[in-house]
């Protein structure tokens, strides 16, 4: 019997999950998250979920994990000094950077530029060129290495990025640089450009490259220590972290590439929704990851989530794919204020975290929060997990009444307006990613999860047009279950900036086949079996003179049958879809990408016993609750009583161990064959 433990760390809480792949059957947990030491937390809560389930860690085969690690790194500053190496002429790069400022009209003159990852004094620049065919112009001046690598040293630099002209299309150079820099500087990590993104654009090979050493040995020295504590508690397991793009690395690789989990922790809940939208029959979702401080949002059109080709944290934004995830300072923790200048309710992005927290916490928070509005309302039971937490609702009204005295209203009044507003924002943030790319949301259902998202999802529902509201089984877990449930993946990338009027149908297949090859390669010495391995293709086309591409999914059958007119025809047709105009300029094809993708697991899920559709048996007791506008009755409902086929009519409360799910007065749910809440407009709604 084997075992997979999908393990997510996040501000507050690491979830566990642990999956039994042969019958289905799950165990959940969360414990404290260890800031200090991420793995502490890990540990314990492996210890306490192995005991919980009965099972030795020697059983678990899968160890699969979701952190920010690498986020954080960089979010803090706390990545690595890196010197860089680039060629003669170019030791500006980083500092020239783009001339793109966010923010609005005007933004450049209160916009504070951040300081690049490899500062000018560690750049150095050596001699030798190659040019954009992969021809060598001028060989390397290893005098010039010698003095660059003398300088690097003096620095004292920590890591080591080289980075040349033209290197994508010849690493040559770069290779014998990095030979050099081991001998040279031993122990010293070196990330070599070609190998990180061997892509045209100077300037984000190079930053993609430079982000990549910077976190490098704050991600290795965790990764090590983590597989020595797991290994030394008997769980010596296949340990593979999750990328940004929603697949799995080796941990070996993520070491190496620690570029590509930047965004790691977002992709557990997309990847498990995607799960849990295959059992519960659903093609199309909108997700809705809400937590104590932000909110995540995503879009999965035929199960298969949007990707795109930059992964941004900060004010970082390198090449590297990732989840089309948009993030809003919309949370449980989330700060309600009345400023005194326009006198109009506010709702974040401050948040009040986990310390203190939340007023209703009862740690010493003073401020009103989301989830004081939510125990006010009555929408949150004054038990949490599992009657272990106790609520103070007195505090939490204490706390909300001033903002009812600062707008002149009622206590109910201003607690729902606070969460009326956060609802806004996360409508808000679900726009960008479907009407802002061109999906009609009304064709997607909403799924809420993370801690807060079933308290939200039905509210945000009726403002997207996205039915059913979907409140998955373990929604507090769900990125835990994302990353148990997903598969191994990697991919590589090739510049070939030709017009599509000069390339050749075969010279296209010849090139993806060779990139196919040396993927599959990489998931081999990965352990995984060749027959599990299966590749999929992306093309980047543009209009001639455009500075932007847009990625199109080919197969090898597809360019055989349409050709590259039959590429032209979808480029055509989806920049008609997302920008609604086309151009008579000439296609030109800028990069490809081969993307190995191991085993998709179908792990079950296992179903409920049949109920008469009668939720009576889960009743816990009669509540009152503020909605539309008056106190109404409504009924709280313990979740692991529920049985398949109930039918809930709003208003009405769920709880269970990791989140508590609303459904809204004019609303209601059944709960589903495997344990999910679909919530829907009540009949003449």
């Not at 007119?565 to 490809?592: A, C, K, W, Y």
């Amino acid at each position: 019997m084997g075992y997979r433990l999908g393990v997510d760390v996040g501000g507050t809480f690491t979830d566990l999950l642990l999956f039994d792949v042969e019958s289905g059957a799950f165990w959940r947990h969360k414990t404290p998250s260890t800031p200090h030491d991420s793995s502490e937390g890990i540990l314990t809560g492996v210890t306490a979920i192995c005991a919980k389930a009965e099972v030795d860690a020697r059983e678990i085969e899968y160890f699969l994990h979701g952190t920010t690690v690498a986020t954080n790194a960089v979010l803090e500053g706390k990545g690595a000094k890196v010197g860089l190496i680039t060629s003669e002429g170019y030791r500006d790069i980083m500092q020239i950077a783009r001339s793109l400022v966010p923010g609005g009209l005007a933004a450049w003159i209160v916009w504070p530029k951040p300081q690049p990852l490899a500062a000018l004094e560690n750049t150095v620049t050596v001699d030798g060129r190659m040019d954009a065919r992969g021809q060598e112009l001028r060989p390397l001046s290893e005098t010039s290495i010698t003095s660059a690598l003398t300088t690097l040293k003096q620095q004292g630099v920590e890591a080591v990025t080289v980075s040349l002209v033209n290197a994508y299309t010849n690493g040559l150079h770069e290779k014998r640089i990095g030979e050099m820099v081991q001998d040279f500087l031993p122990g010293i990590p070196v990330s070599l450009s070609h190998e990180v993104l061997p892509e045209m654009q100077e300037y984000e090979r190079t930053l993609t490259t430079v982000a990549n050493a910077a976190v490098r040995p704050v991600v290795s020295r965790y990764i090590s220590s983590l597989r020595t504590k797991l290994a030394d508690q008997g769980l010596d397991g296949n340990l593979s972290l999750l990328r940004s793009d929603g697949g799995l690395m080796s941990s070996q690789k993520a070491e190496e590439h620690p570029v590509d989990i930047l965004m790691s922790g977002p992709a557990g809940g997309v990847t498990g929704a995607i799960w849990v939208g295959r059992n519960a029959g659903l093609q199309n979702i909108l997700t809705l990851d809400v937590g104590g401080t932000s909110t995540d949002v995503a879009l999965i059109e035929n199960l298969e989530p949007r990707r795109v080709r930059t992964t941004d944290v900060g004010h970082l934004s390198v090449r590297a794919s990732s989840l089309d995830v948009k993030t809003v300072g919309a949370g449980g923790g989330s700060i309600a204020y009345v400023p005194e200048l326009t006198k109009a309710l506010r709702v974040g992005p401050q948040s009040a975290g986990a310390v203190p927290g939340p007023v209703a916490y009862g740690k010493g928070g003073e401020e009103p929060t989301v989830t004081d509005a939510n125990v006010v309302l009555g929408y949150l039971p004054e038990n949490l997990l599992g009657g272990s937490f106790k609520l103070d609702r007195e505090g939490a009204t204490k706390s909300v009444q001033k903002i009812a005295d600062a707008l002149g209203i009622g206590l109910m009044e201003a607690a729902r307006g606070i969460i009326d507003i956060v609802n806004e924002n996360m409508f808000g943030a679900l726009r960008m990613i479907s009407v802002q790319q061109g999906y009609d949301p009304r064709h997607f259902a909403l799924m809420g999860f993370g801690g807060a998202g079933p308290l939200h999802v039905n509210a945000v529902a009726k403002l997207t047009g996205s039915w059913p509201a979907v409140s998955p089984m373990s929604p507090g877990v769900l990125c835990a279950l994302g990353d148990a449930t997903t598969r191994m993946r990697t991919e590589t990338a090739r510049s070939f900036s030709k017009f599509a009027s000069e390339t050749e149908t075969s010279e296209l297949i010849d090139l993806l086949s060779e990139m196919a090859t040396q993927t599959r390669a990489e998931l081999l010495s990965d352990g995984v079996d060749d027959a599990d391995i299966s590749s999929e293709f992306e093309i980047d086309v543009r209009y001639a003179g455009q500075a932007f591409e847009v990625s199109l999914t080919i197969t090898p059958e597809m360019l055989e049958q349409g050709g590259i007119q039959g590429i032209l025809d979808r480029f055509d047709e989806e920049h008609n879809r997302l920008f609604t105009f086309n151009m008579d300029s000439p296609h030109e094809i800028v990069n490809l990408r081969a993307v190995a993708l191991g085993r998709s697991l179908d792990l079950p899920s296992s179903t409920l016993p049949k109920g008469n559709g009668d939720p009576s048996a889960a009743k816990i007791r009669d509540h009152k609750l503020w909605m539309d506008g008056k106190e109404q009755d409504g009924v709280i409902y313990d979740r692991s009583k529920l049985a398949q086929g109930d039918i809930i009519p709003g208003p009405a409360i769920v709880v269970e161990m990791d989140s508590t799910t609303l459904i809204e007065s004019d609303c209601v749910a059944t709960v589903d064959a495997v344990g999910n809440i679909l919530i829907n407009p009540a009949e003449g709604e």
